[in-house]
């Protein structure tokens, strides 16, 4: 059965224009679809692009500040709860509870990444915010008692919330690639995730605030391992509002994720409700929830809606998608680069404090001057690095171009980790800094953001969400085995009358590795600035093809007067 012309709405002005008329003669699923669509990916940018992008980035800054704040929380543990190791946590302990997150990162990342696909983006979307606040809340309230112990209840809480900012990742990418403008789309994907900087910020900044408002109980105390009594109540009150702080954000996302309407793309390709996308469509344009569509109308639509000629999601597809080279490299290289991007990144980030010792940040005449360091040096470096990492990508990938970029970042990654590695025991402590600043700053104007944006993009909507979430899986299991297999081994062959890191040098030389071999896995990876999403994951080819037009013409004059028919006996 051809699809009939659909009956024109009232409505529509000089400033709302009434875009469903545009297309109600249009017979066509397939040509309605490929129409609507180009209306998001040529609108020009506006209001509806920024609400987009701010509600996705404060999850991510939520993330972020989850998981950075873990640095300053495996410090503050240990001056509280193992005074009777000098108030420091136990090399296994602290690295459990700083993989943990990891951990259940990857359950989330495999788990929503699968289920936005299937059940869609919208009902999933706003889930994983109310995993991280329960988790988050949780966290801040454990206590420890006769049959449970403090490292055991904070690594069970920060795996369910691992779960929580798992299912964010890939959720957001690929809802802002879909309502994304074409021309900005990298720009608007690297925004939200540059919120990451910001959240790391955001930890260090509360963690400084309030070691600064407990100052006149952390003074008594001249280490940390004689911390007790009154500063180790400080110390334990202030590590409950560092963790507890982070559910704040998130809440004020909640409702606004919750309520977004589901993505015009999913709609068309995967729920297959062509009336429902296209006045979605609409509605997303002039900035409303999501659009109302007749439902008439719609009904008519559902019964033409098998005409669509972009395939039905289904496991057969999906290896037979994969099982094309040319589709297996692409998810090759977005999950290779991300897992050996994080087996650097993590294992670096998550030890901001050993790194500020090494440096000359972590020390002090009392414990106050000692947390306040490291709170004030965390500042300090991601300022100097992270962040205008970050904006130089959102600032460059939509001209400079996604590829070229996490090149350029592999590229300088691999050497800044050499004559750091090779030349550690000879730098000055200045001199350790400035390589860490360099090192953040191509962390993220490099692959951090391009392994971010490059997944959202490339494949098909009906796979997207999926080969995200895999390829985001894969990252966190390359920060699993940086954290507890590489990260851990810079304490080999320490004793008491050593330094505390004497393998650190050995492990630089580790991450360059891994940097080097992240140039060949960026090969595989298609150049997506300026490009269509339909473009880029062969979907096009189901609408715009010549050959396509011209049978649709075809079938479409021949059933033109049966249409006319149906609908004059519809009317009487």
Not at 143 to 167: A, E, N, Q, S
Not at 234 to 255: E, H, N, Q, T
Not at 296 to 324: C, E, M, N, W
Not at 422 to 438: C, E, R, S, T
Request: charged share 15%; aromatic share 12%; proline share 4%.
């Amino acid at each position: 059965m051809a699809a009939p012309v659909l009956a024109k709405t009232a409505g529509g002005n000089s400033a709302f224009h009434n875009f469903n008329n545009d297309f109600a003669h249009i017979r066509d699923p397939n040509e309605r679809r490929r129409l609507a669509l180009a209306e998001i990916d040529k609108a020009p940018f506006g209001w509806y692009h920024i609400r987009a992008c701010v509600v996705a980035g404060v999850g991510f800054f939520t993330d972020s500040y989850d998981i950075f704040a873990v640095s300053l929380l495996s410090t503050m543990i240990g001056i509280v709860y193992f005074n009777n190791r000098k108030g420091v946590t136990p090399p296994t302990s602290d690295t459990a509870i700083k993989v943990s997150t990891s951990a259940g990162t990857v359950v989330g990342q495999f788990g929503f990444g699968a289920l936005a696909d299937i059940v869609g983006r919208k009902r999933m979307y706003g889930l994983e915010l109310i995993v991280i606040i329960v988790a988050t809340l949780a966290q801040a309230l454990v206590g420890v008692g006769p049959g449970t112990g403090i490292v055991g209840l904070l690594i069970f809480w920060r795996v369910i919330m691992g779960i929580g900012i798992g299912g964010d990742y890939p959720l957001s990418s690929i809802i802002t690639s879909e309502f994304a403008t074409t021309k900005w789309r990298g720009a608007m994907m690297g925004a939200v995730f540059a919120m990451q900087g910001f959240g790391q910020l955001g930890g260090a900044l509360v963690a400084l605030v309030t070691i600064v408002g407990f100052k006149g109980s952390l003074s008594q105390a001249k280490t940390i391992a004689v911390c007790t009594g009154d500063c180790a109540l400080a110390v334990d009150k202030s590590w409950r509002i560092l963790i507890g702080f982070g559910a704040v954000p998130a809440c004020i996302a909640l409702y606004y994720r919750l309520t977004i309407p589901e993505t015009p793309r999913y709609t068309f390709d995967v729920a297959r409700d062509v009336e429902k996308a296209n006045d979605d469509v609409q509605a997303y344009m002039k900035g409303k929830h999501e659009g109302n569509p007749d439902e008439v109308a719609r009904a008519q639509a559902f019964q033409v809606a098998d005409q669509l000629t972009v395939p039905k999601a289904s496991f057969k597809d999906f290896i037979h998608h994969y099982g094309q080279w040319r589709n297996g490299k692409i998810l090759l290289g977005t999950a290779g680069s991300w897992f050996l991007l994080d087996v650097a990144f993590y294992g670096l980030n998550l030890n901001t404090t050993t790194v500020l010792g090494a440096i000359g940040y972590g020390g002090g005449s009392n414990v106050y001057h000692v947390l306040y360091n490291l709170a004030a040096g965390s500042c300090i470096l991601v300022c100097a690095g992270a962040i205008p990492g970050y904006w130089c990508s959102v600032a460059t990938v939509d001209t400079f171009g996604r590829k070229p970029v996490q090149m350029m970042g592999f590229v300088a990654l691999t050497i800044l980790f050499i004559v750091w590695g090779f030349d550690f025991k000879n730098l000055k402590p200045h001199g350790h800094l400035a390589i860490y600043v360099l090192v953040q700053f191509f962390f993220n104007f490099g692959p951090n953001a391009t392994t971010f944006i490059v997944p959202g993009e490339c494949f098909p909507t009906r796979y997207r969400s999926t080969s995200h979430g895999f390829s985001a899986g894969m990252g966190k299991i390359g920060s699993i085995i940086g954290q507890a297999g590489i990260a851990k081994l810079r304490t080999k062959g320490a004793t008491s009358k050593t330094v505390a890191n004497p393998y650190q040098n050995h492990v630089m030389q580790i991450y360059s590795l891994f940097m080097f071999l992240g140039i060949f896995t960026t090969l595989c990876i298609p150049e997506t600035k300026r490009k269509t999403l339909e473009e880029l994951s062969g979907d096009e080819q189901y609408t715009s093809s010549s050959e396509h037009i011209a049978a649709v013409a075809d079938k479409t004059s021949e059933e033109a007067p049966k249409e006319r028919a149906v609908q004059e006996s519809v009317a009487v």
